[in-house]
């Protein structure tokens, strides 16, 4: 079975830092690679996946996370911080081997920025 | 593109009572999911529909949940007898196929709370 761990359910940064959120995944097979932000009181919206090919992945809003098969991990990150990145952020992913396409999520990271 | 839209966004039930949850898809989405989201928590699958054929349903669905999709546009999630532990948020996505690593359009999910 696939697990996710996200390491800090809060996070807090300044306003121009860097913005950088840990997960890391269990799986026999490394999986398709996803991060979700959920804005309050809306949907969660894709921000970034992996599937193959470039383990540097670009995404919406400045965001970029890259897969280190070797350490198991997804980590996303931002160089500048900006106020409307304060959200709640998930990572999740879905097995290559098995048909549905179902997400498996870590349990989320809220970050807050600070002025 | 009109979105992921769920009906109603609140419902308050007393325990014992039945719900049912509307989610209408992005028109020509073949792939239906629900999620179950409670406070402080990622996202967790429920089951999904491939057109109006549910295919998949999670050992979290109890035998008091019910979902369809009769015409494979819109589906229903009925919660029978509810109890305090279902309260939650219940979340619809949907995707335009299945191919493996597919981007998830989410509704903005409907908050159950059972007295």
């Known amino acids: 079975a696939q697990s996710v761990t996200q390491l800090g359910s809060h996070v807090s940064v300044s306003e121009g830092a860097l913005v950088l959120l840990r997960c890391n995944y269990s799986?026999?097979?490394?999986?398709?690679l996803f991060w979700y932000v959920q804005y309050p009181n809306q949907g969660l919206q894709l921000l970034l996946k992996?599937?193959?090919?470039?383990?540097l992945v670009k995404g919406i809003n400045g965001f970029e996370a890259e897969f280190k098969k070797s350490e198991t991990s997804f980590h996303l990150t931002k160089p500048s911080a900006h106020m409307s990145d304060a959200a709640e952020y998930f990572c999740?992913?879905?097995?290559?081997?098995?048909?549905?396409?179902?997400?498996?999520f870590g349990g989320g990271t809220r970050v807050l920025v600070k002025p | 593109d009109t979105g992921v839209s769920q009906d109603p966004r609140h419902k308050i039930t007393k325990r014992g009572q039945n719900v049912t949850f509307r989610c209408d898809p992005i028109?020509?989405?073949?792939?239906l999911y629900w999620y179950r989201q409670t406070l402080g928590q990622g996202p967790e699958f429920l089951t999904y529909?491939?057109?109006?054929?549910?295919?998949?349903k999670s050992r979290l669905l109890s035998d008091r949940f019910s979902a369809e999709r009769p015409k494979g546009s819109f589906s229903t999630l009925e919660i029978q007898r509810t109890e305090q532990g279902d309260s939650a948020m219940y979340l619809c996505?949907?995707?335009?196929?299945?191919?493996?690593?597919?981007?998830?359009?989410f509704g903005s999910g409907t908050q159950l709370s059972v007295l």
């Open positions: 996505a949907s995707s335009l196929n299945s191919r493996g690593g597919e981007k998830l359009f």
């Open positions: 799986s026999s097979v490394p999986p398709y």
């Open positions: 992996y599937t193959s090919a470039a383990t």
């Open positions: 999740a992913v879905s097995d290559r081997q098995a048909a549905g396409n179902k997400l498996t």
């Open positions: 028109s020509e989405h073949n792939r």
């Open positions: 529909f491939q057109n109006e054929a549910q295919l998949e």
